[in-house]
């Protein structure tokens, strides 16, 4: 079963208040121009993301990197991917979705001689120090990912690194246990790697680090652990064919990118969740949630007050004891987009004991799966009983063709969504303020400009200090 929305419950008269007949037959038309908007920017070869399941000769790159790495006998038993944001999620991602649960604790056996999967996503010490304390150096493989090749916190944690492989190993050696993903021609990374004779893989030069999944960023780390990167990248290039219709009805994504587009724009419905009913899904819900702020917050115009919705990320039926309360009768200001999975990879039956305690003993003889799916299509019921909006987005199981298909799913959404909301969705220009603060206090020899900017800034008053 391919992925499937049901989007029932967004809509008036499901949900008083909800999306009207009248405004979807009107947002058709929209769809249709950011549809053509979308396949004109392909043309124009800046959607690079779009052709990332049919590049056989980048795939091929990071197969015969792998293969390297095994006829050199240097297979690694711990990969650490090194990188932050868009070069990181995607990596945690895979490993949550394809790679069966707890796998850092299993033991060779167990992972059938597959590495470890670790990924930095931050430059917190702690969590480095107790990493690199843990590994054998020797057998693992940092893979360092960085699309513009300067990220201060991923060239921080390429640098801790390179000098603790070199301290271990000596600097020869330290070469061998890196590589890095980067920008085809452009970058520090890519300048080090050719001075230096360091492998590394490419980042297409049109493919922003948010929407790089389906590139090395995303594909070596899974195809070192072992997961089918040709399924993962037949269900992006299945889904893309899926979204090929510039009709609103006929187009997955672009219909889960018009609901929440209109519940935001015209009903006050700012906040979107997505609420995976899956352990396996949950890291894919923090993709989504980098993935839709930092493609759509953003100002249409300079100094316009700025648009785009909030995303959230929940987990069922986990947060049906915490976030489900705010969702239910809290501000009603969002759309709750769950996923639902038909067969789960394990189920369990619940035992049936202690009959005649009323507490438990309807639960024996009912399934563990059964039991949250049925936990699911309770909320989404109840969510709707109290005019809440939401939809569900259902696959029959979490497999690499589907994984692929859901990042190429979200990721045509989002540029479904730029279109409707009139930005670019491909640039965050906001985030740069704050880096250029951090060059200036680091010391960075072009920060001067921003060292002003800083100094002028209020200090902090004492008065308002507790
Ligand atoms: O989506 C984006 O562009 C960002 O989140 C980047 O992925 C993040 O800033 C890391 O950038 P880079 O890959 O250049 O190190």
Redesign the pocket.
Known sequence: MPLRLDYTNMMAPSIPGGITDAEWREAAARFTAAHAAVAEQHRAGTLGFLDLPGDRALHQQTLNYVQGCRERGSYPTDVVVL?????ALGPIALRTALRPPQWNLLDDAAREGNPRLHVLDNVDPANIVALLARLDLRRSLFIV???????AE?MSQYLVVRARLAEALGDAAARQQIVFVTDPAKGALRTIARAEGIPALDIPSNV???FSVLTPVGVLPAALVGIDTAALLAGAADMRERCASPALAGNIAGAFATLQFLADTAHGRHVQVLMPYSDALRDMADWFV?LWA?SLGKHRSAGDAGVGPTPLAALGATDQHSQVQLFMEGPADKTVTFMSVEQGAYDVEIPTMHQDVPELAYLGGHRLGELLDIERRATAGALARRGRPNMTLSLARVDAFAVGGIFMFLELATAYAGHLYGVNAFD?PG?ELGKQFTYAMLGRADADAARKEWDQLPKPDPARII
């Open positions: 990188g932050i944001g868009g070069s990912t960085s699309k513009s090749g300067g990220t991923t922003g680090g948010r980098q930092e965050q985030v």
